[in-house]
């Protein structure tokens, strides 16, 4: 189902919806590719969104917390907007104090995509041009979401490039299993299969791998609420005021990943991904405008999993001319 939803500056911004045949729906937009709702139900059988949207549609012109969107050509920062590879340094647009983030300032994100309906999937296909945001070579993103039967979520990624250059996407969505937002996310439990984290500096850069038996607070691997990480007093909670917003590296020997439980509404979400790490980020920098979904914004709102690379790591995911950049994260939903 196709509707149109809004215009920023002069373009149609369409919403999409899919749907399963368990009431299970996804909506995303053809501007950044954003997922707006994800309708899946609770234990008692109460279908309800369980990502954040902005209130007012309008907000997603700006997306100022990177709502639901597809991040790109890069993922995280990358420091001094350097991308440094074959001997050479090239500057792309500094929009994160003095470092790059998340694409830049247009980036995928806020990209016009061309989007193919299909009963089971949305297809969005974007090109960049060589240059934009500082990124050498022209590319071709294809994105797909994917709404299966059992209630999971596929998102597909590609990309070609016309000449050598960084590619490191994931998808931006916050997570919040309660359903319409009726409360944060610090009683929900996450568990990652993470044995190591990337520490990070004072301009939220990564520094260097630690082992999570040497810092506890970091350590989900038997899973722990996020309430309990947050409120632990520890320094790289307080970096990045007060939460979570770092990358760890997945233990590829695992097959699911990532779980995420909020015991209220009996609603879990499990991750798969052929990617190395996730950054995950518990929405420490929310504010209270602009309003989200039930007309609040808070700290807390919601959680993301990006899976993705390790972000500033040029060197690591280069992608040459005529290769194909393939990656796939898989969300699964279920309630008990």
């Known amino acids: 189902m196709k509707q149109k939803v809004a215009t920023f500056s002069g373009e149609e911004i369409y919403a999409y919806t899919i749907e399963n045949g368990k009431g299970m729906s996804l909506t995303a937009l053809n501007f950044g590719a954003a997922i707006t709702e994800i309708n899946v139900p609770d234990k008692n059988g109460l279908t309800e969104n369980v990502v954040i949207n902005y209130q007012d549609i309008s907000n997603y012109e700006v997306n100022p917390y990177y709502l639901g969107i597809v991040v790109g050509r890069t993922s995280g920062r990358t420091k001094e907007g350097l991308l440094k590879f074959e001997d050479q340094a090239i500057q792309v647009e500094k929009n994160d104090g003095n470092n790059h983030l998340h694409g830049g300032i247009k980036g995928l994100a806020k990209s016009i995509w061309e989007v193919t309906e299909k009963k089971d999937s949305l297809i969005f296909e974007y090109v960049s041009p060589d240059g934009e945001d500082g990124y050498p070579g022209t590319v071709t993103f294809k994105v797909s979401y994917v709404l299966s039967e059992d209630n999971q979520?596929?998102?597909?990624?590609?990309?070609?490039?016309?000449?050598?250059?960084?590619?490191?996407?994931?998808?931006?969505?916050?997570?919040?299993?309660?359903?319409?937002?009726?409360?944060?996310?610090?009683?929900?439990?996450?568990k990652l299969a993470s044995p190591s984290f990337y520490e990070l500096d004072k301009e939220s850069m990564p520094v260097r791998v630690v082992?999570?038996?040497?810092?506890?607070?970091?350590?989900?691997?038997?899973?722990?609420?996020?309430?309990?990480?947050?409120?632990?007093?520890?320094?790289?909670?307080?970096?990045?005021?007060?939460?979570?917003?770092?990358?760890?590296?997945?233990?590829?020997?695992?097959?699911?990943?990532?779980?995420?439980?909020?015991?209220?509404?009996?609603?879990?979400?499990?991750?798969?991904?052929?990617?190395?790490?996730?950054?995950?980020?518990?929405?420490?920098?929310?504010?209270q405008t602009p309003t989200l979904n039930g007309g609040t914004a808070e700290k807390y709102a919601g959680i993301c999993l990006e899976t993705q690379m390790p972000?500033?790591?040029?060197?690591?995911?280069?992608?040459?001319?005529?290769?194909?950049?393939?990656?796939?994260?898989?969300?699964?939903?279920?309630?008990?």
């Open 153 to 190: 979520v596929t998102i597909n990624y590609w990309a070609s490039p016309d000449k050598k250059t960084p590619i490191n996407l994931t998808n931006h969505t916050y997570f919040n299993l309660s359903g319409n937002k009726k409360t944060d996310i610090l009683n929900h439990s996450l």
């Open 211 to 287: 082992k999570v038996d040497d810092h506890p607070t970091f350590d989900f691997r038997k899973g722990k609420l996020v309430k309990d990480v947050v409120d632990g007093g520890y320094e790289q909670t307080d970096i990045v005021g007060g939460g979570i917003d770092h990358p760890f590296l997945l233990d590829d020997s695992v097959e699911e990943k990532i779980t995420l439980t909020d015991p209220e509404s009996g609603r879990t979400l499990t991750v798969k991904t052929d990617d190395p790490a996730v950054v995950v980020y518990s929405g420490n920098q929310v504010k």
């Open 311 to 336: 972000p500033n790591e040029t060197e690591s995911y280069l992608i040459e001319k005529g290769e194909v950049y393939r990656k796939q994260t898989v969300f699964s939903f279920n309630a008990k």
